[in-house]
Nanobody
């Protein structure tokens, strides 16, 4: 039922900024924790950031703290990832994901905890 579509990925220079968007379908979007993951060629998919259903709580991977900001607009069924001070190692396909399980004591960071996934959007950072 739930569909997620990412957009905004492109080629940028190191030190630059980019904002990714994820548009979601479904009436229950506002009840889901939303996350961003990324995967570089030949590497495992890794957690980037996530935000609780009401936006009250966020969680970030250590390698993006202070540079990336996740936010959501439930009225628009959209989650965002603002990326600043981009580095070449940020180059990857970025995926939006939704965790439908409510009642977790903390925001999930594992790929297996997320139920719905977008198709991904390519971010390339040149040096």
């Amino acid at each position: 039922q739930v569909q997620l579509v990412e957009s905004g990925g492109k080629l940028v220079q190191a030190g630059g900024s980019l904002r990714l968007s994820c548009a979601a379908s479904g009436r229950t979007f506002s009840s889901y924790t939303m996350g961003w993951f990324r995967q570089a060629p030949g590497k495992e998919r890794e957690f980037v950031a996530a935000i609780s259903w009401n936006g009250a709580s966020t969680r970030y991977a250590d390698f993006v703290k202070g540079r990336f900001t996740i936010s959501r607009d439930n009225a628009k069924n959209t989650v965002y990832l603002q990326m600043n001070s981009l580095k070449p190692e940020d180059t990857a396909v970025y995926y939006c994901a939704a965790d439908r399980l409510r009642g977790r004591p903390v925001i999930a960071t594992r790929t297996l905890d997320y139920n719905y996934w977008g198709q991904g959007t390519q971010v390339t950072v040149s040096s």
